[in-house]
């Protein structure tokens, strides 16, 4: 076997791993492997490039580099002299984790919060109701309790999101083990 095999197989078993592991991100093994194979490229591809590189049709590649764009985990860059638009893998993995998970969390947080204040609202005015059971209304207070310990742990969410978003995380648990 030669070196340049033996290179190949030790990028393809993290290609593999990569490609594996990216429903964590919402995304199918297939455009893991696309980001797992531009990771290990010097030089910016183009769709045509990637395509024959896989072995994907162009349309699932565009369809693929997209997401990848989407989900900032790939950059479109430019090159003197290339008409065709080059992607190349974002190398910051932290970065990757931070912008993909603190868009989903941000929209959870919002989704969740607005719901449980919208019934929280409810059950406040039902409880004002005349002629409301006992055995409602000790439900219903129950229910508050849960939604404000609910607030309680989206207001912490949040902070955390910014913790990430600021790096601030970082000063708590560095990138490099010191």
Do not use: C
Request: zero cysteines; a negative charge.
């Amino acid at each position: 076997m030669t070196d340049r095999e033996q290179l190949n197989i030790a990028r393809e078993r993290v290609i593999d791993s990569v490609a594996q592991n990216m429903d964590l991100y919402g995304v199918t093994e297939s455009i893991g492997r696309l980001y797992g194979m531009l990771l290990f490229q010097e030089n910016p591809m183009t769709l045509d490039e990637m395509k024959e590189e896989l072995g994907m049709s162009k349309t699932s590649m565009s369809t693929s580099v997209r997401t990848l764009l989407e989900l900032k985990m790939v950059d479109k860059v430019w090159r003197k002299g290339v008409r065709k638009d080059l992607y190349r893998a974002e190398e910051d993995w932290y970065q990757t984790f931070i912008d993909y998970f603190t868009i989903k969390w941000r929209l959870a947080i919002t989704e969740n919060i607005y719901a449980i204040e919208k019934s929280m609202n409810e059950i406040k005015a039902l409880m004002n109701k005349e002629g409301i059971s006992e055995d409602v209304i000790k439900d219903a207070t129950n229910d508050l309790e849960k939604m404000n310990y609910a607030l309680d742990y989206y207001d912490w969410l949040e902070r955390f999101v910014d913790s990430l978003e600021s790096h601030e995380i970082f000063n708590f648990i560095p990138k490099n083990k010191e």
